[in-house]
C-alpha cells in the first residue's frame, strides 16, 4: 500500500511552466510503474506521462517534448515538468502508483492546474 500526496499545481499563463511533485509514504524503488494523468471538465481522465522502475518513461502525443516525468528514489518523488503549457493543459493531474503482477493501483487526490492568461 501507498499513499501519494501531489503538489505544485496552480495558474499559469499559455507558454509558462509548472512543476508538479508526488510524494509517496513508502520507497518508490519498488513501485513498478509510476505516473501522471488528468482529467479536464467533463472529459475522462487521461494518461499524460509514466515511468517504470528501470526508468524508461512513455507520454501522451499532446504533451510530447513538453512535459518530461522523473522520479527521485531517494526522495520518493516522482516530478512531472510542464513546459509551454497550453490552455488545453487545464485539468487535476493526478499521480498513479502501479504494481506488478498483483495488479494493484493507487491514486493521489489530485493538484488542479489552469493556464489562463
Known amino acids: 500500500q501507498v499513499q501519494l500526496v501531489e503538489s505544485g499545481g496552480g495558474l499559469v499563463q499559455p507558454g509558462g511552466s509548472l512543476r508538479l511533485s508526488c510524494a509517496a509514504s513508502r520507497s518508490i524503488f519498488s513501485i513498478n510503474r509510476m505516473g501522471w494523468y488528468r482529467q479536464a471538465p467533463g472529459k475522462e481522465r487521461e494518461l499524460v506521462a509514466t515511468i517504470i522502475s528501470g526508468g524508461s518513461t512513455n507520454y501522451a502525443d499532446s504533451v510530447k517534448g513538453r512535459f518530461t516525468i522523473s522520479r527521485d528514489n531517494a526522495k520518493n518523488t516522482v516530478y512531472l515538468q510542464m513546459n509551454s503549457v497550453k490552455p488545453e493543459d487545464t485539468a487535476v493531474y493526478y499521480c498513479?502508483?502501479?504494481?506488478?503482477?498483483?495488479?494493484?493501483?493507487?491514486w493521489g487526490q489530485g493538484t488542479q492546474v489552469t493556464v489562463s492568461s
Open positions: 498513479h502508483a502501479y504494481f506488478f503482477p498483483s495488479r494493484n493501483d493507487y
